[in-house]
């Protein structure tokens, strides 16, 4: 299974962009990074996916290299809901379809 | 979208009784669920998954006899925790899939606080 890297936690101001990155440079090729975040007590939250090209939503943007070994989740206007743990998943493949976590970023979103 | 719901949200049971946790998929059918247990301060750990109408598989270290997984339909599964012990104490939260909606369609439950005094 490739695995993830994040940073522990991170800080971010009330307003300002939040930029989380991952590695994953053992992806494979058919493999899809996900990201998902746990408010605290609750289920994870699926955030975005992608495969290789950048991809936008409501809630964030997906920045992938072009080697696919990182990427970068973008909250463009961070808020105090925000502070969540963020986890980077990458797909496992080879028929399994489970979703493995590892230790994530603990953001927080300062006023 | 879809909606995992789990039941219940919280849950106080004694030592050496068994306890059971529900995960339907309210709005889609889900051939495969999963089970995660979460300490506090950790991060999600996968326990096992749920097959409807087989066996579940579990993951390495995981006592099938003590975590009894049911998926009796493609709607519901059960995770019944036998002869809770204070260390089962924990944060339970199932996923299911969407097959329907390929890469996409894992949904988390809102998790089970299980306390085991």
């Known amino acids: 299974d490739a695995k993830t890297t994040q940073p522990t936690s991170m800080d971010c101001a009330e307003g300002r962009a939040a930029n989380l990155p991952c590695n994953h440079s053992?992806?494979?090729?058919?493999?899809?990074v996900y990201w998902y975040r746990q408010i605290h007590s609750q289920g994870p939250q699926y955030i975005i996916h992608?495969?290789?090209n950048n991809e936008t939503n409501e809630m964030a943007s997906l920045i992938i290299t072009e080697d696919r070994k990182s990427s970068t989740l973008i909250l463009p206007h961070a808020t105090l809901r925000d502070t969540a743990v963020y986890y980077c998943?990458?797909?496992?493949?080879?028929?399994?379809?489970?979703?493995?976590f590892g230790k994530g970023t603990k953001l927080t979103v300062n006023p | 979208g879809a909606v995992v719901s789990q039941h219940p949200s919280w849950v106080i049971c004694k030592s050496g009784t068994s306890v059971k946790i529900e995960c339907r998929s309210l709005?889609?059918?889900?051939?495969?669920m999963f089970w995660y247990r979460q300490f506090p301060k950790q991060s999600l750990m996968l326990m096992a998954t749920?097959?409807?109408?087989?066996?579940?598989?579990?993951e390495q270290g995981v006592e099938k006899d003590k975590f009894l997984i049911n998926h009796a339909s493609l709607t519901l599964s059960t995770l019944t925790v036998t002869s809770a012990h204070p260390e089962d104490s924990s944060f339970y939260i199932c996923?299911?899939?969407?097959?329907?909606?390929?890469?996409?369609?894992?949904?988390f439950g809102s998790g089970t606080r299980l306390t085991v005094v």
């Open positions: 996923s299911a899939r969407d097959p329907g909606q390929g890469a996409l369609g894992y949904t």
């Open positions: 053992t992806i494979s090729g058919n493999e899809y």
């Open positions: 992608g495969l290789k």
């Open positions: 998943i990458v797909r496992v493949s080879g028929g399994s379809e489970k979703l493995v």
């Open positions: 709005d889609f059918q889900a051939t495969t």
């Open positions: 749920s097959n409807e109408g087989s066996k579940a598989t579990y």
